[in-house]
Every structure is written in C-alpha cells, then in structure tokens.
C-alpha cells in the first residue's frame, strides 16, 4: 500500500510563507490524483488543493486561490504545497491525500481518497 508524510509544518507569521512537502512510499503517484486537506479545530476537513494524475489540472477553493500553489513530481513520488500571504485563518492540520484513479480528473472531497498522511501543524499567528 502507499505510505504518505507530511513535513514542512510550523509556526509562522501572517504574510510569511511556507512550503509543505508529501513524500510517497511503497508505489508510484503516476495513476494518482493527489490533494491537500486542511482541519482546524471545531471544523470539517475542507479541500485545500488538488492535482489530478499528470499534475496538467490543479484546483484550489476561493478561500486560497491565488495563495497556494499545489505542485508534484511523478520521477520523485513527492508532491508539495507551496503557500503565501499566509493568514491566521489559515491555521490548522494539513494532511497529504491520495487516490488511485483511471482518468486525469482532479478529485476535491475527502470520501474520494483512500490514503492518507498523518497531518502536519501549520500555525499562522496574528
């Protein structure tokens, strides 16, 4: 089975910017559509980014459409989040997805994925 981690987590300012990165084992991320997800505290799990299998399709919701950028690289089996103005609401766990998929579509709900990383913090402090 695919093994996910999250790393690149911490605590930062509002404006800085910060850099997650998901590392896959035990397969390849070729046939995978790929996201990320966020949880704060007292809230659902809401869609941050998603990158369907040849990373030629990204979507992001309002809430950090032109902030985040959501990138991978198949030859490396890694995906990363790379994220600007950052903004205290913007504080919460970040968790790496992953779906095998049979189509290039992006995937944006979480009963789409079937693995999941451990989640990395990420705190934006006012």
């Known amino acids: 089975q695919v093994q996910l981690v ?4 911490g605590l930062v300012q509002a404006g800085d910017s ?3 990165s998901c590392a896959a084992s035990g397969g390849t991320l070729r046939a995978r559509a ?7 505290p007292g809230k659902e799990r809401e869609i941050v980014a998603a ?3 040849s990373g030629g399709t ?3 919701p309002k809430s950090v459409s032109g902030r985040f950028t959501i990138s991978r690289d198949n030859a490396k089996n890694t995906m990363d989040l790379q994220m600007g103005s950052l903004k205290p609401e913007d504080t919460a766990v970040y968790y790496c997805a992953s779906r095998r998929t049979f189509d290039s579509a992006v995937r944006t709900s979480t009963h789409e994925y079937d693995y999941w990383g451990q989640g990395t913090q990420v705190t934006v402090s006012s």
Request: proline share 0%; glycine share 16%; no cysteine.
């Open 51 to 53: 990158i369907n299998w």
């Open 58 to 60: 990204t979507y992001y």
């Open 6 to 9: 999250e790393s690149g987590g």
């Open 34 to 40: 790929m996201g990320w997800f966020r949880q704060a």
């Open 18 to 20: 910060l850099r997650l």
